[in-house]
């Protein structure tokens, strides 16, 4: 196992915190679609969202295992967009300003964020395109020295809470595809920038996602992130880990269903006898356990390479594939072995079944991942 | 201000514990977690030296994976830990374990030793008693909040009819009780820089204490017996008259 006994111990922190402040206001949240800001700042002052980032910038200096142990423990909330939210503030809309940002931008947008004093959001996804990141229309075009923003972004999650959005657009001409995209810090408050619509969706319901739009939105020439036209690379640096800590969680949401369903298989009995007895449920559970550890074995083999700076695409794509798929198994399979209760909205597999769901979307969809996978490792 | 905060790993309250027939003592194979109880405990000595300056030290007396209890301890905040295993300390009873817990509180610069009000495992509730007793120093039970001035602590004790108000020069012993306050979590930086942190393992002839533990106990568990079942309760089919043999029933244990 890559934990030591200090990953253990940050293990334990996460876990009561979870059981403590958390997991009680899980259904309420989920009811309310929403759940307070409150979380971010009390989750800031444990440091749970600066964990392996820098001490300098107020991180706790943990490595990218810390990450991983956040990831897994949030998925015992009871509620994916809880867990979600943080994910996107800690390991998605924030590693570009550590990595490409200027000092004063890690001051005025990591630093707060690390706190939980600001709440971060990532633009990519916009209503007519999705996967195809370099096809983006939100344009910027050069204005009284600064950036003139126009367009919208769609499915921003944290987008009608976040005060600030790393954005993707346009900056070049359309025939320039990949090489003519630009990344820029926008706050909330800035004048033309508005949300739209709070979107409802299958799942994620206590996780907010809006339709956001940008209207003759002034920025300053240092509102640009990392360097001009070169967004499309930065944003794919930013995708590998989004995957990775997406397969992370993902799969240890699995294994918590997994085990609830287990439990009820041994104690839920029909014609005399646990469920979980015949043999064709217990094969199920078998095939099912056994996609699990071989998933979780591989994502910690390819988290260990990111861990030691590698950058493994293949990799993480397949992780990302592999997980994705494992998991719709089992949330499908977990909900057929709890029969009429797991349709109920009140089961957790019921949940399960509709947060999880996302994961073959989100951050690049399994067809997206099939063909990084076709180019990156078979040359095809 | 210097304060000692006396620690204990126990098997994790969530799990049922279970009593090894054998040696009369409670199994310890499973998981052990620093007792909730002391959490407070800790947390307790902790503001008070943020408030008065010192540093808290934690003393545990339990076999060498106390050790994860006593880093909890110094993940939170604590300055130094001490623990004290050794094999003939096995099974030890409340004045054993206060005798060596003075011990080792002795040679550690204090005003204040915070203790729970008991363990969560061996529930005798004396040993913050007995280490007043040893150290004859005031003990001061059941706090649920704690204020210190100058040399007076003063202490609201929590009792069956009411709140006591307590004051006692330093240095006292002092018993606080669940929820006196909230418990920090650990943060990745405190539990890494626990490893950092002074740790001191005497052994019981460190401590002067050759004719403690072992044989020299005092009391001895001689049988251990599993709690009766409870037994089943009467059901009462509805011929007619349920109702009435119901209230009847509870008139009878005068719940009505």
Same mark, same amino acid.
């Given at each position: 196992?890559?934990?030591?006994?200090?990953?253990?111990?940050?293990?334990?922190?996460?876990?009561?915190?979870?059981?403590?402040?958390?997991?009680?206001?899980?259904?309420?949240?989920?009811?309310?679609?929403?759940?307070?800001?409150?979380?971010?700042?009390?989750?800031?002052?444990?440091?749970?969202?600066?964990?392996?980032?820098?001490?300098?910038?107020?991180?706790?200096?943990?490595?990218?295992?810390?990450?991983?142990?956040?990831?897994?423990?949030?998925?015992?909330?009871?509620?994916?967009?809880?867990?979600?939210?943080?994910?996107?503030?800690?390991?998605?809309?924030?590693?570009?300003?550590?990595?490409?940002?200027?000092?004063?931008?890690?001051?005025?947008?990591? %630093?707060?964020?690390?706190?939980?004093?600001?709440?971060?959001?990532?633009?990519?996804?916009?209503?007519?395109?999705?996967?195809?990141?370099?096809?983006?229309?939100?344009?910027?075009?050069?204005?009284?020295?600064?950036?003139?923003?126009?367009?919208?972004?769609?499915?921003?999650?944290?987008?009608?809470?976040?005060?600030?959005?790393?954005?993707?657009?346009?900056?070049?001409?359309?025939?320039?595809?990949?090489?003519?995209?630009?990344?820029?810090?926008?706050?909330?408050?800035?004048?033309?920038?508005?949300?739209?619509?709070?979107?409802?969706?299958?799942?994620?319901?206590?996780?907010?996602?809006?339709?956001?739009?940008?209207?003759?939105?002034?920025?300053?020439?240092?509102?640009?992130?990392?360097?001009?036209?070169?967004?499309?690379?930065?944003?794919?640096?930013?995708?590998?880990?989004?995957?990775?800590?997406?397969?992370?969680?993902?799969?240890?949401?699995?294994?918590?269903?997994?085990?609830?369903?287990?439990?009820?298989?041994?104690?839920?009995?029909?014609?005399?006898?646990?469920?979980?007895?015949?043999? %064709?449920?217990?094969?199920?559970? %078998?095939?099912?356990?056994?996609?699990?550890?071989?998933?979780?074995?591989?994502?910690?083999? %390819?988290?260990?390479?990111?861990?030691?700076?590698?950058?493994?695409?293949?990799?993480?794509?397949?992780?990302?594939?592999?997980?994705?798929?494992?998991?719709?198994?089992?949330?499908?399979?977990?909900?057929?072995?709890?029969?009429?209760?797991?349709?109920?909205?009140?089961?957790?597999?019921?949940?399960?079944?509709?947060?999880?769901?996302?994961?073959?979307?989100?951050?690049?969809?399994?067809?997206?991942?099939?063909?990084?996978?076709?180019?990156?490792?078979?040359?095809? | 201000?210097?304060?000692?905060?006396?620690?204990?790993?126990?098997?994790?309250?969530?799990?049922?514990?279970?009593?090894?027939?054998?040696?009369?003592?409670?199994?310890?194979?499973?998981?052990?977690?620093?007792?909730?109880?002391?959490?407070?405990?800790?947390?307790?000595?902790?503001?008070?030296?943020?408030?008065?300056?010192?540093?808290?030290?934690?003393?545990?007396?339990?076999?060498?994976r106390g050790l994860d209890a006593v880093r909890k301890a110094l993940a939170m905040g604590a300055a130094k830990g001490v623990l004290i295993s050794d094999d003939s300390l096995r099974g030890s009873d409340a004045l054993t374990t206060a005798k060596v817990l003075a011990a080792a509180i002795r040679k550690q610069d204090f005003d204040v030793v915070i203790t729970a009000t008991e363990s969560t495992d061996g529930y005798t509730g004396v040993v913050p008693?007995?280490?007043?007793?040893?150290?004859?120093?005031?003990?001061?039970?059941?706090?649920?909040?704690?204020?210190?001035?100058?040399?007076?602590?003063?202490?609201?004790?929590?009792?069956?009819?009411?709140?006591?108000?307590?004051?006692?020069?330093?240095?006292?012993?002092?018993?606080?009780?669940?929820?006196?306050?909230?418990?920090?979590?650990?943060?990745?930086?405190?539990?890494?820089?626990?490893?950092?942190?002074?740790?001191?393992?005497?052994?019981?002839?460190?401590?002067?204490?050759?004719?403690?533990?072992?044989?020299?106990?005092?009391?001895?568990?001689?049988?251990?017996?599993?709690?009766?079942?409870?037994?089943?309760?009467?059901?009462?089919?509805?011929?007619?008259?349920?109702?009435?043999?119901?209230?009847?029933?509870?008139?009878?244990?005068?719940?009505?």
């Amino acid at each position: 196992m890559p934990f030591t006994a200090e990953h253990d111990a940050l293990r334990e922190t996460v876990r009561d915190f979870v059981s403590r402040e958390l997991r009680p206001h899980a259904d309420e949240w989920e009811e309310a679609e929403y759940f307070p800001d409150s979380v971010f700042r009390r989750m800031g002052e444990l440091g749970l969202l600066g964990l392996r980032y820098p001490e300098t910038y107020g991180g706790q200096g943990g490595d990218y295992w810390s990450a991983i142990v956040l990831a897994e423990e949030m998925t015992r909330c009871g509620s994916g967009g809880v867990g979600m939210a943080i994910s996107v503030q800690t390991e998605m809309a924030t590693p570009p300003i550590l990595k490409f940002g200027t000092d004063e931008q890690k001051q005025r947008y990591l %630093v707060p964020a690390i706190r939980g004093e600001k709440i971060a959001s990532l633009g990519i996804t916009e209503p007519d395109t999705g996967s195809d990141v370099a096809s983006v229309r939100t344009r910027a075009v050069r204005h009284n020295g600064g950036w003139r923003i126009n367009g919208s972004k769609l499915y921003i999650t944290n987008g009608v809470r976040a005060d600030y959005i790393l954005l993707v657009a346009r900056t070049g001409a359309k025939e320039d595809g990949a090489h003519g995209i630009t990344l820029f810090l926008v706050d909330k408050e800035t004048a033309g920038f508005a949300v739209s619509r709070k979107l409802k969706k299958l799942g994620m319901h206590a996780s907010d996602t809006a339709e956001l739009s940008f209207s003759d939105v002034d920025v300053p020439d240092s509102a640009v992130l990392g360097e001009v036209g070169q967004g499309f690379y930065h944003l794919m640096w930013e995708l590998q880990g989004e995957r990775l800590i997406g397969s992370a969680g993902t799969i240890a949401g699995a294994e918590v269903i997994f085990e609830e369903t287990l439990a009820w298989c041994k104690d839920r009995e029909a014609f005399g006898r646990p469920i979980g007895k015949f043999q %064709v449920n217990r094969h199920k559970l %078998v095939d099912l356990y056994t996609d699990i550890s071989i998933a979780k074995s591989y994502v910690y083999a %390819v988290a260990e390479r990111w861990n030691n700076g590698e950058y493994p695409v293949a990799e993480i794509s397949m992780a990302k594939l592999f997980v994705g798929q494992v998991t719709s198994r089992v949330a499908d399979t977990c909900l057929q072995l709890h029969g009429g209760f797991g349709y109920m909205a009140e089961a957790h597999v019921s949940r399960y079944f509709r947060d999880s769901r996302l994961i073959r979307i989100g951050a690049g969809t399994d067809e997206v991942m099939k063909e990084i996978i076709a180019k990156t490792a078979l040359g095809l | 201000m210097n304060v000692v905060v006396c620690i204990k790993q126990v098997p994790d309250p969530n799990s049922p514990g279970q009593l090894d027939p054998s040696t009369h003592l409670l199994k310890r194979d499973g998981e052990l977690v620093l007792d909730p109880g002391d959490e407070f405990g800790v947390e307790a000595g902790l503001q008070l030296v943020e408030k008065h300056g010192g540093q808290v030290t934690v003393v545990s007396m339990g076999p060498e994976r106390g050790l994860d209890a006593v880093r909890k301890a110094l993940a939170m905040g604590a300055a130094k830990g001490v623990l004290i295993s050794d094999d003939s300390l096995r099974g030890s009873d409340a004045l054993t374990t206060a005798k060596v817990l003075a011990a080792a509180i002795r040679k550690q610069d204090f005003d204040v030793v915070i203790t729970a009000t008991e363990s969560t495992d061996g529930y005798t509730g004396v040993v913050p008693q007995m280490i007043a007793g040893l150290l004859d120093i005031p003990a001061v039970t059941f706090a649920k909040s704690v204020s210190v001035e100058g040399d007076k602590l003063t202490a609201q004790r929590q009792t069956e009819t009411g709140i006591e108000v307590v004051e006692a020069t330093l240095p006292v012993v002092l018993s606080v009780t669940a929820g006196v306050n909230e418990p920090r979590y650990p943060s990745l930086k405190g539990i890494m820089g626990a490893k950092q942190k002074p740790l001191d393992r005497p052994g019981p002839a460190d401590l002067n204490l050759e004719d403690v533990g072992g044989a020299s106990t005092g009391q001895r568990i001689t049988a251990i017996d599993s709690a009766p079942e409870r037994a089943a309760g009467e059901i009462i089919k509805d011929e007619g008259e349920a109702a009435k043999r119901i209230v009847d029933f509870l008139a009878d244990k005068k719940v009505i």
